[in-house]
């Protein structure tokens, strides 16, 4: 596609429930990052892939919080057992190389709210 | 690790006047730094970048950042303001892992633009 895409945009989850945020990246994009947003604040380092290998997941913040990207290309991310602190805007963004002056391209976010 | 701060989480100024938000970072070796804007529901877009050479970087719509190594600088200015600028800011640091170009965030400045 054009841009990064993520689906859905919007997420209400019971706390307790389990989610899947999915995100496709610009075809041919070798690296593919995950950010969450909280609100009122900057988007903070989740993890990273370089193809489907996941070279930095330092950011994660719990082991509730899971990432895949199993041929390359689509990235999956899934939380566990929601909690109210998970709710945040979820980035994905992705770049043609890892090399470190290459720009990012971000999606428009999923939203998700945990009651 | 690397770190950015963001003077100024709302910055608010009348059209047409100069536009300057600011933003220090604290890196242990040579930076690459971003200005992202994001407007409301939408993911980040890169404004412009500073790698390596010229210090004055100009990017999309009118903006330009001059990064000052001795003041631990990267200020963003746009001579005149649009009320189409009126958006969510965001000043970022690469901090290369040697597995990918993973991006730190300011806490962002919110621009509002007055008639």
């Known amino acids: 596609g054009a841009g990064v895409s993520q689906s859905p945009r919007y997420k209400v989850a019971k706390r307790g429930q389990d989610v899947a945020l999915r995100c496709d990246p610009i075809?041919?994009?070798?690296?593919l990052f995950w950010y969450q947003q909280a609100l009122g604040q900057g988007p903070e380092f989740l993890t990273y892939?370089?193809?489907?290998?996941?070279?930095?997941k330092s950011g994660l913040p719990s082991d509730r919080f899971f990432a895949e990207r199993p041929e390359g290309s689509v990235s999956t991310l899934k939380i566990q057992r929601t909690q109210q602190e998970d709710s945040a805007v979820y980035l994905c963004?992705?770049?043609?190389?890892?090399?470190?002056?290459?720009?990012?391209?971000f999606g428009q976010g999923t939203r998700l709210t945990v009651v | 690790a690397q770190s950015v701060t963001q003077l100024g989480s709302h910055v608010s100024v009348s059209e047409g006047a100069l536009v300057l938000l600011r933003c220090n970072y604290s890196?242990?070796?040579?930076?690459?730094l971003f200005w992202y804007v994001q407007y409301p529901n939408q993911g980040l877009q890169l404004l412009l970048k500073?790698?390596?050479?010229?210090?004055l970087v100009k990017g999309i719509n009118g903006f330009e950042a001059e990064f000052k190594k001795s003041e631990t600088s990267f200020h963003l200015t746009k001579p005149s303001a649009h009320m189409s600028d009126a958006a969510e800011y965001f000043c970022?640091?690469?901090?290369?892992?040697?597995?990918?170009?993973?991006?730190?965030f300011g806490t962002g400045t919110q621009l509002k633009v007055e008639l």
């Open positions: 970022a640091v690469t901090e290369f892992t040697g597995g990918g170009n993973k991006l730190t």
């Open positions: 963004a992705s770049s043609f190389t890892g090399e470190t002056n290459t720009e990012a391209f």
């Open positions: 500073y790698t390596t050479g010229a210090t």
């Open positions: 892939f370089q193809n489907e290998a996941q070279l930095d």
């Open positions: 075809s041919g994009h070798v690296s």
């Open positions: 890196s242990s070796v040579p930076p690459y």
